[in-house]
């Protein structure tokens, strides 16, 4: 990935804007990354990676449904010798 200053972005930015159609390219301020430029086909990859990303929740933020769902669920007796391992 291209690492480049805000201020070297500033003076440049058509050229950056182009390298972002290849590459990502890291915006730096103070040595520190804050910002990344990068394709709108890219972008959208990112997006739709995110999407299909799980999400934590609370128990109170499910539906009865879920809950039932949960509670009912069993694991396939083909992996029943799994138990024994907690016997341990």
Sequence with gaps: MLEVTATEIAKRF???RQAAQREP???THHNRVT????SKHDYDEFVRLKSLATRA???HELSTESLTALSEARVDPVHDY???LLDD
């Design 82 to 84: 799994l138990d024994a």
């Design 14 to 16: 058509s050229q950056y």
């Design 35 to 38: 910002e990344v430029l990068m």
């Design 57 to 59: 929740q609370w128990a």
């Design 25 to 27: 390219v890291a915006v």
